[in-house]
């Protein structure tokens, strides 16, 4: 299985990289995931990933009406949150050059560093 757990042999000056992107639009994110894919294959870096997490879907249940009169009607509203994690193997500042990218509005990017 491959992933950040696996063993993985790594050079001197490199680092265990874990990219998190979260985001509400999937498109956008996808989008960001190949723009990063890319450019760590353009630097030669090796790349796990994107690995797809479950989605996250938060539901309200609220009545339509605002006094309580009338019959009872009510509207479901639901929020669906895609996860992405992609994994790199490289210098902590070639990655400031990967990250750099035009990251789309709407999704959230955290970067792990696991040094070993």
Request: net charge positive; aromatic share 2%; glycine share 6%.
């Amino acid at each position: 299985s491959s992933g950040i757990n696996a063993e993985w042999p790594l050079r001197p000056g490199s680092h265990r990289i874990r990219i998190t992107l979260t985001s509400r639009n999937l498109k956008s994110l996808e989008k960001v995931c190949t723009d990063l894919i890319n450019g760590a294959k353009q630097k030669d870096l090796d790349v796990v990933g994107p690995v797809r997490l479950p989605n996250k879907n938060l539901k309200i249940t609220t009545r339509k009406t605002p006094c309580g009169e009338g019959s009872k009607t009510w509207d479901r509203f639901e929020m669906k949150i895609h996860k992405r994690v992609i994994d790199l193997k490289s210098p902590s500042d070639t990655v400031k050059q990967i990250t750099s990218i035009s990251i789309e509005p709407g999704v959230e990017v955290e970067v792990t560093i696991a040094d070993s």
